[in-house]
């Protein structure tokens, strides 16, 4: 028996040793509630947990790969659960310790479930929006303080406030750390199954929201980054890519210059002439069509709109 638990043990910490360099979101903190996430390279059965099963500490080294939505594979766990958050309150992440990457951003999104659970959402063709990002935080690309430095300071942890603007409801959570360090550049995304309550009236607009893989290009330039060549040694903006950040105001109020607008309506004048919307177009990396996408088909100029999967056509 000593034989053999010596024996794991041993086995253990080499196969620790062996995975120590990548990894992912291992545990969430809401409310002082603390919820492990799913245990990768375990069995599944038994297992349960808030978070996405995912399979191996691995980095995914391409912004196309179909488990850059919830990683390997993102599927429901056996014995899936929810945690409740309130809208307006914080979400801690914690990854697993000490985080090895210290150069590169971290990205938080949301994406809402349709109906009372998640659980049957497939995370190929949920749609997703940015509640926060942070990148280069200070200094240059090569030599710069980033999110990851700050995140790994922080006890390998990150607070996101979810916030107060988000409408009640089931939600997905995507975490995600990108290490710049080695190219192709790593991504390192978990999700959690979160009810968002006591929530707020603001929807993300359609061109805050992407589906993954599609999300994202390779050749972003926060992306497809050399953090060792020349460029990097003077160079103190990061592009985080992804789409624009999810705005808790809402989009300039049109609704009172719209043809709807109620009897009720406030007198004052219409001061703020809402900009065309006929000749709407996404933006570069905005989505540009799929299933199920009301939003605009043409692209802004110069790029034109590309097919990505079913589900999210990109403007390239
Ligand atoms: C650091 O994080 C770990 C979880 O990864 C936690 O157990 C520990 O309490 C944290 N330490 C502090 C000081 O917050
Ligand atoms: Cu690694």
Redesign the pocket.
């Known amino acids: 028996m000593y034989k053999l638990a010596s024996s794991l043990a041993l086995a253990a910490s080499l196969y620790v040793g062996g995975v120590a360099a990548h990894g992912g979101v291992?545990?969430y903190d809401i409310g002082g509630t603390r919820y492990d996430g799913w245990r990768p390279y375990n069995t599944p059965t038994g297992q349960t947990s808030i978070q996405r099963p995912w399979a191996t500490f691995d980095p995914i080294l391409s912004a196309s790969s179909p488990s850059l939505a919830c990683n390997n594979d993102g599927n429901k766990g056996p014995n899936q659960l929810t945690a409740k958050v309130k809208a307006g309150s914080a979400i801690k992440q914690?990854w697993n310790?000490v985080w090895p990457h210290d150069t590169g951003p971290v990205i938080v999104y949301l994406s809402k479930c349709p109906g009372s659970s998640c659980d049957n959402v497939n995370t190929q063709t949920a749609q997703w929006f940015k509640i926060e990002e942070s990148g280069l935080l200070s200094g240059t690309v090569a030599k710069g303080v980033w999110a990851a430095g700050k995140m790994i300071a922080d006890?390998?942890?990150w607070t996101t406030v979810i916030p107060a603007s988000v409408p009640s409801g089931h939600y997905l959570i995507r975490s995600e750390t990108i290490a710049l360090h080695s190219m192709p550049a790593q991504f390192y995304p978990e999700c959690a199954q979160i009810e968002i309550t006591d929530g707020g009236n603001v929807s993300p607009s359609a061109d805050q929201l992407v589906a993954f893989p599609g999300g994202y290009s390779q050749s972003h330039p926060g992306v497809n980054i050399d953090l060792y060549g020349e460029a990097a040694k003077t160079q103190t903006t990061y592009a985080i890519p992804g789409p624009r950040l999810y705005d808790p105001n809402g989009p300039p109020s049109s609704t009172t210059a719209g043809s709807t607008a109620p009897t009720s309506a406030p007198t004052t004048p219409t001061a703020t002439a809402p900009t065309p919307s006929a000749t709407a177009v996404a933006p570069q990396y905005g989505q540009c069509g799929g299933t199920g996408w009301a939003g605009p088909t043409a692209c802004a100029a110069p790029y034109t709109c590309k097919k990505l999967n079913d589900f999210y056509s990109q403007c390239v």
């Open positions: 291992v545990a914690y310790q006890n390998s942890s």
